[in-house]
């Protein structure tokens, strides 16, 4: 059973709990300037689809009988996220609400993509059964790929080298075929965009937002009132062509590289230490070229969208993510606004962006703004 088809009003509603959080019905009449007789229309038609719920009375809402807040209900749904990388598999469960139930990750050799989707079949069974959520509505999966879409009905992915039985594959068939739930694929920088929208706090806080995502290379995500964009041919963000691969770029490959050429032996960004001696001086440096390579594209952002954030995301340690967040702020960007310092932070949510953007993909198309 998966969630219908919701109306604009309906979607407005849904959105503004979970922007706000618990909100009673007389608010929630006066801020989507809805009659009172309209909003409990549209209350009761979304409680009985099971998305929305009152909040429990407590003893002291009983005494005083205050107006009881309506809430987004966990048990509206559930949805699961999945990421395709090399050498690793990334899954998560969310609720409706935006609580994350579960993550999985594991090491694993390369998986082509009907490898991986067998994989991820098989772990999301066993999460739903440990989690007791067998027979609840499961309204789909998200699979966040790195790399633009060929196509521009998202069946075919410009995948990166590293994973070259993705590259062109007729993904949405592959995957659909293993997984026979509803399916959504995503880059993963848009991914990492829709978790820190829904999930970091960007809703509440900016209508229009840019997230930076340190991933496998490097890739940016646009939210614009609200709104993912994906451009003509899908491939807004793809801010990775500023910078050829063949030579120095600001990604956590390139901070792999030239580790690796200090004399520093590491395999992966796991392994990663800016506390560590040896790599101390050469992260330092690669963060001060970083954040010098990144001006141009912060100035462009902030001169074409002015947004109310720029979020720096992605598996880097939290410190590098920071020390390039401080440089930009300290930069010379371009301003609109006299005085108004560079809206620049780091993400601060749990666990894989890229990942649990993907799980609440089925959760966004639900009740996104058309």
């Known amino acids: ?21 618990p909100l009673p019905r007389s608010a929630l009449s006066a801020r989507l300037g809805l009659s009172p007789t309209a909003l409990t ?23 005083g009988r205050p107006a009881v807040p309506l809430r987004l209900a966990a048990g509206g749904g559930y949805a699961v996220g999945a990421t395709a990388h090399k050498g690793m598999l990334d899954i998560a469960l969310v609720d409706y609400a935006g609580a994350t139930v579960a993550t999985h990750h594991e090491q694993s050799g390369p998986l082509n993509p009907r490898d991986f989707a067998r994989r991820v079949r098989m772990r999301t069974h066993e999460l739903v059964d440990r989690h007791g959520l067998l027979g609840r509505r499961m309204l789909g999966i998200g699979v966040a ?11 075919r992915w410009s995948v990166v080298d590293d994973m070259p039985e993705w590259r062109g594959a007729d ?23 829709i978790a820190e929208f829904y999930l970091g706090g960007l809703l509440r806080e900016a209508s229009t937002a840019v997230v930076l995502l340190f991933g496998y290379g490097i890739g940016a995500g646009v939210i614009v009132d609200g709104r993912l964009v994906r451009g003509q041919f899908g491939a807004a963000g793809e801010i ?22 200090s004399g520093c032996e590491i395999s992966s960004v796991a392994d990663i230490d800016p506390t560590a001696e040896q790599q101390a001086a050469v992260i330092a440096n690669w963060m001060d070229r970083a954040a010098q390579q990144l001006e141009v594209v912060c100035n462009t952002a902030l001169a074409w969208l002015d947004p109310g954030a720029i979020v720096l995301a992605g598996p880097l340690p939290g410190a590098i993510l920071r020390g390039i967040a401080e440089r930009l702020r300290g930069a010379d ?30 959760i966004h198309v639900s009740s996104a703004e058309r």
């Open 240 to 261: 990775g062509c500023l910078f050829p691969g063949d030579r120095p770029r600001p990604s956590p490959l390139d901070l792999l590289s030239c580790l690796r050429a």
């Open 41 to 63: 229309k549209l209350s009761r038609e979304l409680a009985a689809w099971g998305v929305i719920e009152e909040v429990a009375e407590t003893l002291e809402q009983r005494r």
């Open 1 to 21: 059973m998966h969630v219908p088809a919701f109306g604009n009003d309906q979607r407005r509603l849904i959105r503004e709990l979970r922007r706000a959080g």
């Open 333 to 362: 960007l371009a301003t609109t606004v006299h005085d108004r310092k560079p809206p620049i932070r780091v993400s601060h949510l749990h666990g894989s962006p890229i990942t649990l953007g993907a799980a609440f993909l089925p």
């Open 145 to 155: 790929v790195p790399g633009p879409p060929l196509s521009l009905e998202g069946d």
């Open 171 to 193: 993904l949405r068939e592959i995957l659909h075929a293993e997984l026979g739930w509803p399916l959504w694929i995503e880059n993963d920088a848009n991914t990492a965009t």
